[in-house]
């Protein structure tokens, strides 16, 4: 009954699950909240990918003005290093800007966030055994 479409949607979903879980491991290590994501990059791009990302992280999630931030990034350097701009918030405010807002679906987060708690985080230690049995046949490196 599952199509391509299917599959690929999983695979972008396991994802921002993994985004997930390495924003929340930040969070917790920083002692601080996260309460909004600005992204980038190519999947930014897709309005799809962008409400998934919301929905599955339950925050506001921004897209911005350009998917090319190293490049940003590097000319805020330079217009900090050059005297341009006081500090970098005043630097992102002026050469950042946010042209979308995706808002978390409340229904579609709660799903992913029961989908995230009772089977995304519990996979990794129930196929644990298996990932050992593949090494041991295969002589992967081990994990």
Do not use: C
């Amino acid at each position: 009954m599952h199509t391509r479409a299917h599959l690929y949607r999983a695979i972008l979903e396991g994802i921002v699950y993994a985004l997930k879980a390495g924003a929340e491991l930040t969070a917790k290590k920083n002692r601080v909240n996260i309460v909004r994501v600005h992204a980038t990059g190519g999947g930014s791009g897709s309005d799809t990918i962008m409400q998934m990302t919301a929905d599955i992280l339950g925050l506001p999630t921004y897209r911005m003005s350009t998917a090319e931030t190293s490049i940003v990034g590097a000319a805020i350097d330079a217009a900090l290093g050059i005297g341009w701009y006081p500090d970098v918030a005043t630097a992102v405010s002026a050469m950042t800007r946010v042209t979308e807002e995706f808002l978390p679906d409340p229904k579609n987060a709660a799903i992913y966030e029961d989908l995230y708690r009772n089977v995304y985080l519990k996979m990794y230690g129930a196929l644990l055994p298996l990932n050992k049995n593949i090494q041991r046949i295969t002589g992967y490196p081990a994990l």
